[in-house]
């Protein structure tokens, strides 16, 4: 039986994506990237290489974690029932 001594892998685990390979990769379109590019707020990190805009995949995930949404868990029944009366009191609905 033969052995195996080393896995070799080819291409890169973190690879840089252009615009039109981001947008295939995220479901974004590449005008709301290119605006990402120049957000005020919280830019896109990408590199600009002659024409060519390159985004890491890694930096990308990181950048979109910034975006993420936690869903709201649901409020217990009988804390509820504290809030409706609270609301009810102060006149809040």
């Known amino acids: ?5 080393a896995v070799v ?3 890169s685990l973190d690879p840089y994506l252009t615009l039109q390979a981001l ?5 974004l379109g590449q005008r709301t990237l290119r605006r990402k590019l120049k957000d ?6 990408h590199y600009a290489c002659g024409d060519r805009i390159l985004v890491r995949v ?4 990181r950048w979109m974690e ?3 949404v936690e869903r709201k868990r649901a409020v217990p ?6 809030l409706d009366k609270a609301r009810e009191l102060t006149g809040r609905r």
């Not at 039986?1 to 001594?5: P, T």
């Not at 005020?40 to 990190?45: A, R």
Request: glycine share 6%.
């Open 1 to 5: 039986m033969d052995q195996v001594h």
């Open 9 to 11: 892998l080819h291409g």
């Open 23 to 27: 947008t295939d990769y995220s479901g």
């Open 40 to 45: 005020p707020q919280y830019p896109l990190p």
């Open 58 to 61: 890694s930096a990308f995930d």
């Open 66 to 68: 910034a975006f993420r």
């Open 77 to 82: 029944d009988h804390l509820r029932a504290v």
